[in-house]
């Protein structure tokens, strides 16, 4: 929930998820629509559907302890990966992340630009207190994050640094609006869905194309008219 999404906004949604689906069972048990129904208002709605398939795939068995099982599960890359292995675990893996990569351009690179992640790993491997990863990385996020107020983002100066395009009239906002209007509806035509849409129109087709291949929306019953309703 946090990956691009602000603290305060995931609190209430993750409170109100764990109350939901107290347990990999109870989340692997559960319809798609209602996992991404209760997700509205993160955004990226993709990672639910991701975490529902994990839930289906763990449920019942021990969840993964390596960041090579781990990144076979939907969703999860290195640096989630990563995450699981540091926080959850307390193993002393290499973890990168914004606030993380703040920390050492800003000790160690000073002024320079286009920084590899390469170039920063060796002094994560020096400082890396490998009897206790969990609060060191936690106190590095929790650094990084006062860096970024006080002396500005250093994570721009980073090779990996990608600035996040503008929400309002891009194709995500279609996604998102098509994804929040099922939830409300249940099910829609692609004609009634296409009206609906307060965004850039000319996304639709992609974003309605997208959706149906990545399984966020699958066919339900034939209208009236004859054309197709459309569900999560």
């Known amino acids: 929930m946090l990956q691009q999404t602000q603290v305060e906004r995931v609190i209430p949604k993750y409170l109100a998820f764990i109350k939901e689906f107290p347990s990999f069972s109870k989340l692997a048990q559960a319809e798609q ?31 993964p302890k390596t960041l090579k099982e781990l990144e076979q599960l939907p969703g999860i890359g290195p640096y989630t990966a990563t995450a699981i292995c540091a926080f959850s675990y307390n193993q002393p893996v290499i973890m990168l992340e914004t606030n993380i990569r703040t920390v050492f351009l800003y000790h160690f690179f000073p002024g320079q630009t286009s920084v590899k992640d390469s170039d920063l ?7 890396l207190d490998t009897q206790n990863p969990r609060e060191w990385y936690w106190a590095l996020m929790d650094y990084g994050s006062v860096l970024k107020k006080l002396t500005g983002n250093h994570a721009r100066r980073s090779s990996s640094y990608t600035k996040q395009s503008k929400f309002a009239g891009s194709l995500r906002q279609v ?19 296409q009206t609906k849409i307060t965004g850039d129109k000319r996304h639709f087709p992609d974003a309605f194309l997208q959706l149906q291949k990545e399984g966020m929306i699958r066919h339900g019953k034939k209208s009236t008219s004859g054309g197709c309703r459309w569900h999560l």
């Open 175 to 193: 996604r998102g609006e098509i994804i929040r209007l099922l939830t409300q509806a249940s099910e829609l035509t692609e004609i009634e869905l």
């Open 33 to 63: 629509s209602e996992v991404i129904e209760l997700w509205q208002g993160l955004g990226y709605n993709r990672r639910a559907r991701y975490l529902h398939q994990c839930a289906q795939q763990v449920a019942g068995k021990t969840f």
């Open 121 to 127: 790993i060796p002094y994560i491997i020096k400082t």
